[in-house]
């Protein structure tokens, strides 16, 4: 997750940018499809382990710390605090990805993914209208 997260690149406004950040969603929910029941282990686990819990912590902040620096790049600023809006993109990413697997609600891959990169791409990088490819 660390080097996901350090593998994000600079996102722009335009299609590179919207296509840079898709990319980089794609790669998360693979990522996730295929660790899901571990992370999910390991999530429910923290609550009553510490140690966990502290290593939770540092993957959480190296995570986070790759969406500070991308947030912190747009001008003007999309949102009055990178991190607490890199915190929301977690919240969002991770659980889009894990409804999306456990088909808590149908959703076809493609279309999860480009609903996820439009709403980020618009709200936080100043991504244009895209129409439907």
Same mark, same amino acid.
């Given at each position: 997750?660390?080097?996901?997260?350090?593998?994000?690149?600079?996102?722009?406004?335009?299609?590179?940018? @919207?296509?840079?950040? *898709?990319?980089?969603?794609?790669?998360?929910?693979?990522? @996730?499809?295929? @660790?899901?029941?571990?992370?999910? /282990?390991?999530?429910? &686990? $923290?609550?009553?382990?510490?140690?966990?819990?502290?290593?939770?912590? !540092?993957?959480? !902040?190296?995570?986070?710390? !790759?969406?500070?620096?991308?947030?912190?790049?747009?001008?003007?600023?999309?949102?009055?605090?990178?991190? &607490?809006?890199?915190? /929301?993109?977690?919240?969002?990413? $991770?659980?889009?990805? @894990?409804?999306?697997?456990?088909?808590?609600?149908?959703?076809? *891959?493609?279309?999860?993914?480009? &609903?996820? /990169? &439009?709403?980020?791409?618009? +709200?936080?990088? /100043? +991504? +244009?209208? *895209?129409?439907?490819?």
């Amino acid at each position: 997750m660390v080097a996901l997260s350090e593998s994000l690149p600079s996102i722009g406004p335009g299609a590179d940018g @919207y296509r840079d950040l *898709r990319a980089w969603l794609e790669r998360f929910y693979d990522l @996730y499809l295929h @660790y899901h029941p571990v992370l999910r /282990a390991w999530a429910e &686990t $923290e609550v009553s382990n510490l140690d966990l819990a502290r290593m939770g912590a !540092g993957v959480l !902040g190296g995570f986070m710390t !790759g969406l500070v620096q991308r947030l912190e790049e747009v001008d003007p600023p999309s949102v009055p605090d990178p991190t &607490t809006a890199a915190v /929301a993109v977690v919240a969002m990413v $991770e659980r889009f990805s @894990y409804f999306s697997i456990i088909q808590l609600v149908p959703l076809e *891959r493609e279309v999860m993914l480009d &609903t996820l /990169a &439009t709403i980020l791409h618009k +709200g936080l990088f /100043a +991504g +244009g209208k *895209r129409r439907r490819p």
